[in-house]
């Protein structure tokens, strides 16, 4: 190994330690270690499989959605898919969605904005099925007025689950849209024409300040605009969109059966799959709420709130859901902690507040 590369690889090493232990220092690890103790192990390993196996099924969804604008290797849409989830545990803000078009743009010099338009892609496939899930389960919910959890400055209640609800489906059908009219050519078209003919409004310049305005702010513009719809481009092909959406029921199936079989080793928790799918869907709708790396805290809330539904006492949900949020998220630091071994990334520069981002805008 070349010696930038050791340099490179222990300091990533070395960040990603610091950065564990930011996540982590905050939980409460002994509450964490009594209820491990307590749980059958047996049924760890299959879920731990089962959950590693969708994030794989997760990388080909994603490699069917390059392929329509940049075909890319299985292994090459993983590792970045890995580190993005890796580096969201871990730090702030959710930096891993722009981590993956970055590191996408490093090793196969994907533009930027092509990778990010691919991933804004994804998450619109796990919106709907959310949102699917939710109004497939949302029926079998009897949500008593006086069931509320307090986290911080959350109240998660009913009202909360509703709000989160409409705000996912208003944000939906936005990105839905946008990502229709950047299919559309002529609607493209007739974007690109209205930036290009902005600089006829400035009628008091003259000409050479026109052209510049042309040059260095409108062709830019409509290079980022062409590249962001490369990356909608899956839309073209609706035997792509249908591979994705059954690759979508695929991963969300596979994710609730993570969660059932570490529910069969824990004491105190006798739920039908049915009943995961709705507490996972909940879980995942309180952590869109803003929340600290690795979703600690609110994601125990949530699952404190989805368990109470089904009559499980406070104190064994909140053991499993700190117990199977760890199981979840563990893996996840882990492969991505190799993923960016292999692929000598830096964890450190995933601030993205330098100059890399900026260059690799375009």
């Known amino acids: 190994m070349k010696k930038n590369m050791t340099i490179s690889f222990v300091g990533g090493v070395l960040v990603s330690a610091v950065a564990l232990y930011f996540a982590f220092k905050n939980v409460p690890l002994s509450e964490l270690f009594n209820y491990l103790a307590s749980i059958n192990y047996f049924w760890v390993v299959p879920a731990v499989l089962v959950t590693v196996f969708s994030f794989m099924l997760r990388a080909v969804r994603w490699q069917i959605i390059l392929a329509s ?3 890319t290797r299985f292994w090459r849409a993983f590792h970045p898919m890995m580190i993005g989830f890796m580096i969201n545990c871990v730090l702030p803000g959710r930096l ?3 981590a993956r078009p970055v590191i996408l743009h490093k090793e196969e010099k994907v533009p930027f904005t092509t990778g990010l338009a691919t991933v804004v892609t994804e998450r619109v496939f796990d919106i709907c099925m959310l949102i699917l899930l939710f109004m497939l389960t949302a029926g079998a919910l009897k949500i008593s007025p006086d069931q509320n959890v307090v986290f911080g ?8 689950l509703q709000t989160v609800f409409d705000n996912l489906l208003r944000f939906g059908a936005v990105l839905l ?14 974007i690109y024409s209205t930036i290009l003919r ?7 310049a003259g000409q050479p300040f026109k052209d510049t305005i042309r040059k260095r702010i409108c062709e830019p513009i409509i290079i980022i605009l062409k590249n962001i719809a490369e990356g909608f481009a899956l839309i073209r092909y609706p035997r792509k969109i249908f591979s994705c959406a059954v690759y979508s029921a695929l991963i969300w199936g596979l994710q609730a059966w993570s969660y059932f079989l570490i529910s069969l080793g824990c004491p105190g928790i006798n739920l039908t799959y049915f009943e995961i799918i709705t507490m996972m869907v909940i879980i995942c709708f309180f952590i869109s709420l803003p929340s600290v790396p690795g979703w600690w805290g609110l994601w125990e809330a949530g699952g404190v709130f989805a368990l109470s539904l089904f009559g499980i006492s406070a104190k064994d949900a909140a053991g499993f859901t700190l117990a199977n949020h760890a199981i979840q998220v563990i893996p996840v630091i882990l492969i991505g902690l190799v993923s960016a071994m292999i692929l000598s990334v830096n964890i450190r520069r995933m601030s993205f507040e330098g100059k890399e981002l900026k260059d690799s805008a375009v």
Do not use: H, M, W
């Open 69 to 71: 604008s940049c075909p």
């Open 96 to 98: 891993g969605e722009v």
């Open 153 to 160: 400055s959350y109240q998660l209640n009913e009202e909360t």
């Open 177 to 190: 849209a946008g990502i229709a009219i950047f299919s559309v050519g002529k609607a493209r078209d007739l």
């Open 198 to 204: 902005t600089p006829a409004l400035f009628f008091f």
